[in-house]
């Protein structure tokens, strides 16, 4: 574990926040003792308990036979169950006990430029299903992969939904990604249609979404069909045939599409997300566990209730964004807030208006935000009012006491509590948080396990820690609802990257700590992946990326502390013979790496290198490079070629 400043700080924290009664009194878990109980239950027997909060939070078409089928590390939930996610997110709002939500809000939705949407489950009902027999009458079968590359606007959540309702997995694809990542994405996905938007509107410009999306499906075979949603109007190149608008889709489509009878296991997306090597793994998730998971944790951890007005800031590319801004949320009959843009449009006041403006009482973000949030100034804040607010939530990354004590000062003014909610990409929903009315919560930590979730902390040799306060990997011992089904197409990767590390345990790839209140302090990845701004990057990929240019001979990525973002990137790049490192070049290499990812994975500093320093064996020394990079060595002049081989060589380095 390379983050023991990291740790020595949170040692010293003590301060601690005990859940406020009037909160308690209200909340769906009222105190410690029904929380305790239900932490017993699951323990006693978590497949029993899973499979209570089954029957209480989902609509089934058939029942399970089995609650959990488990062939280690394959897992599948609720077997021979049927259901479907849209009509759990959509239709048992609109009918039966619950119809007189047909007129709720389930999105408000606001533009950047300012344009507002408010659609009502009803409406949502009508949407999804027009748009299903879209997808159906363009050949999209069940099973079939649909690929979505789009703005932050409430089509996105239609088609998501329209894509469950038929049984079409979808993959989404973040709007920051390059035209190289959509076409691996989609090629591996093996996508036969394609979601998009003419462009999406961020600080004001254009993001050209739809000539990102023709660069791509020139190179991805099975795509036939992509559809455009017009949302920004500049002209567009649209392709004969193979191109559709989708409003003159959407005009004649009927608005009566049962919902497919889905098995539990039915696949229901898959989410690309980076690893420790070059390629992007697809996570698969499916039906019925990823949404037992995401209904009960919406309810219970955001303390989800029919009047509130909920948040979540999180782009719907993300893995926050499909399970705490669509699915989780809609599932609950909520109503759910979506933003499209920046925060800082037109000015760095736009989320407290939003706030303001619709009385948001659940707000959902990211650390790198608030970090944010704080260096814009406290001014900002205090103009507005802010009093709608009930409950805070992060997600992302670690936090920061200082940012967390910021967060519940000048946004919750001292009295929302905050759920720190530990998750990734692959768990599919959250596993560690507080639960608000119930947990004492400490800055920086995200306390417990949520009930039926079973953490563990064990060193090298995969045994679990007992002495308090010792770091260590962070594990589970028991397989979860929503956790992923596999890596699409790559059972081996997905055996070999979870479940190879430590006989029997799933490795999540933190590093973390247990206090001796049996909060859990998650303080990074111990892998080669970095998170950066809260978003996952893999240094291998940048490292290709680098590579890829033709003057670079070769590269090393790693992460540097950021202030704001958590974590930097720092390349280290020697060149090919006869070229010469200049600042044109230096800038070059960082524009090449957004083009080839993504304009996320732009590299925040390149440093130039007669060669990379090495181990005899050849292993690139990347403890030495992150110690250069931290500035915790000094070297030269950072402008000119440093030999940092030189400088392993008078330490000794073995990495
Ligand atoms: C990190 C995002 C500390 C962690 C939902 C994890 C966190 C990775 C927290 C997953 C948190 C997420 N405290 N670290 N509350 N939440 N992380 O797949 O390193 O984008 O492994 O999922 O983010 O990132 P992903």
Not at 53 to 75: G, I
Not at 275 to 300: A, D, E, M, Q, R
Request: hydrophobic residues 40%; aromatic residues 10%.
């Amino acid at each position: 574990m390379h983050d023991e400043i990291a740790i020595e700080s949170i040692l010293k924290e003590k301060r601690k926040f005990k859940p406020q009664p009037e909160f308690a009194k209200a909340a769906h878990i009222a105190s410690t003792k029904a929380y305790n109980q239900m932490h017993r239950e699951a323990e006693k027997n978590f497949e029993r308990f899973w499979a209570r909060m089954a029957k209480e939070h989902v609509s089934w078409f058939t029942p399970w036979k089995k609650t959990l089928q488990w062939k280690l590390p394959f897992a599948k939930w609720f077997v021979g169950a049927k259901t479907n996610v849209s009509y759990n997110c959509i239709d048992r709002h609109v009918e039966g006990p619950n119809a007189w939500r047909r007129n709720k809000a389930a999105i408000i939705w606001e533009g950047e430029p300012g344009d507002r949407r408010v659609i009502t489950y009803g409406e949502l009902h009508r949407e999804v299903q027009k748009f299903a027999n879209v997808l159906k009458s363009l050949g999209v079968k069940k099973g079939d992969r649909v690929g979505l590359y789009m703005p932050m606007v409430p089509e996105l959540a239609v088609a998501m939904l329209a894509c469950t309702r038929i049984g079409a997995p979808h993959t989404i694809i973040f709007g920051g990604f390059s035209a190289d990542s959509i076409r691996d994405r989609l090629n591996d996905a093996k996508a036969k249609l394609v979601v998009t938007a003419d462009g999406g509107w961020r600080r004001g410009s254009i993001v050209p979404l739809k000539e990102m999306v023709d660069q791509a499906v020139g190179d991805v075979p099975t795509v036939e069909n992509v559809v455009v949603v017009r949302r920004t109007e500049q002209q567009i190149v649209m392709k004969e045939e193979r191109d559709h608008w989708w409003h003159d889709l959407m005009e004649s489509a009927s608005d009566v599409c049962a919902p497919a009878k889905l098995d539990a296991e039915h696949p229901l997306f898959i989410l690309y997300t980076s690893g420790t090597t070059g390629k992007p793994k697809g996570v698969l998730h499916t039906t019925g566990g990823y949404l037992v998971h995401t209904t009960v944790t919406s309810k219970y951890i955001f303390d989800l209730k029919e009047e509130d007005t909920y948040w979540c800031t999180a782009d719907i590319g993300w893995i926050t964004g499909h399970s705490y801004v669509v699915y989780g949320i809609l599932s609950n009959g909520a109503t759910s807030l979506m933003y499209e843009g920046a925060p800082n449009f037109p000015d760095v006041e736009r989320f407290w208006q939003i706030i303001d403006r619709y009385k948001v009482t659940i707000f959902y973000t990211a650390p790198t935000a608030i970090r944010t949030f704080m260096r814009w100034g406290d001014a900002h804040i205090k103009k507005y009012r802010l009093d709608s607010l009930r409950l805070l939530g992060t997600v992302g990354e670690p936090i920061n006491p200082e940012a967390w004590m910021w967060y519940r000062k000048l946004i919750g003014k001292n009295r929302c509590p905050i759920v720190d909610t530990w998750w990734q990409t692959e768990t599919g929903g959250i596993l560690i948080s507080p639960v608000p009315g119930a947990v004492t919560t400490t800055p920086g930590s995200a306390t417990r396990p949520f009930p039926g979730i079973f953490p563990d902390i064990v060193d090298e040799n995969g045994e679990p820690t007992r002495k308090k306060d010792a770091g260590g990997y962070l594990v589970l011992t028991k397989p979860w609802p929503g956790m992923l089904r596999g890596i699409y197409g790559d059972p081996q990767r997905y055996k070999e990257q979870y479940w190879s590390r430590f006989k029997g345990l799933y490795f999540a790839g933190d590093g973390a700590r247990r206090d001796k209140d049996g909060n859990f302090w998650v303080m990074g990845r111990v892998d080669d992946v970095m998170n950066v701004a809260g978003h996952r990057l893999s240094t291998m990929e940048i490292e290709s990326a680098l590579v890829s240019h033709p003057k670079v001979a070769e590269a090393a990525v790693v992460g540097r502390p950021d202030e704001i973002k958590g974590t930097g990137v720092v390349g280290f790049v020697s060149l090919e013979a006869n070229e010469t490192p200049d600042e044109a070049l230096r800038e070059a290499l960082r524009k090449h790496v957004a083009r080839e990812i993504g304009p996320i994975a732009r590299p925040d500093e390149v440093r130039f290198t007669d060669a990379l320093p090495k181990t005899r064996s050849g292993k690139i020394m990347r403890r030495l490079l992150r110690d250069i990079a931290a500035g915790r060595e000094v070297v030269g002049d950072t402008t000119t070629l440093e030999d940092y081989s030189v400088l392993a060589k008078l330490r000794g380095d073995e990495d």
